[in-house]
Nanobody, 120 residues
Framework: QVQLVESGGGLVQPGGSLRLSCAAS????????IGWYRQAPGKERQLAAY???????NYTNSVKGRFTISRDNAGNTVYLQMNGLKPEDTAVYYC??????????????WGQGTQVTVSS
């Protein structure tokens, strides 16, 4: 069984910063892509950023230059540094990972989500 546990959400003023963390644990042979989706009230869940096993990153246009995704050396924890936050960044942020088990199969997992609210 694999778990993705997020932390780091909260309330921040416009222009502020937050750092989200997502720790993967369980029967993990290798993590392929791992990243963050977000879902604003009344809107569909959308990709914010992801990083693959080679360290290549991809960002949605609205966060480029403000958000930075990274992984720790072991590769099982992913971070999202969010700077210059705007009210439109308010959403529930979900960690998402494509993870291989020791039997060679892969599955996509989701975390429980963490609320980020940007408001004065």
């Amino acid at each position: 069984q694999v778990q993705l546990v997020e932390s780091g959400g909260g309330l921040v003023q416009p222009g502020g910063s937050l750092r989200l963390s997502c720790a993967a644990s369980g029967s993990i042979a290798r993590i392929n892509n791992i990243g963050w989706y977000r879902q604003a009230p009344g809107k569909e869940r959308q990709l914010a950023a992801y990083i693959n096993s080679r360290g290549d990153t991809n960002y949605t246009n609205s966060v480029k230059g403000r958000f930075t995704i990274s992984r720790d050396n072991a590769g099982n924890t992913v971070y999202l540094q969010m700077n210059g936050l705007k009210p439109e960044d308010t959403a529930v942020y979900y960690c998402n990972g494509n993870i291989y088990n020791y039997s060679g199969g892969s599955q996509t997992y989701w975390g429980q989500g963490t609320q980020v609210t940007v408001s004065s």
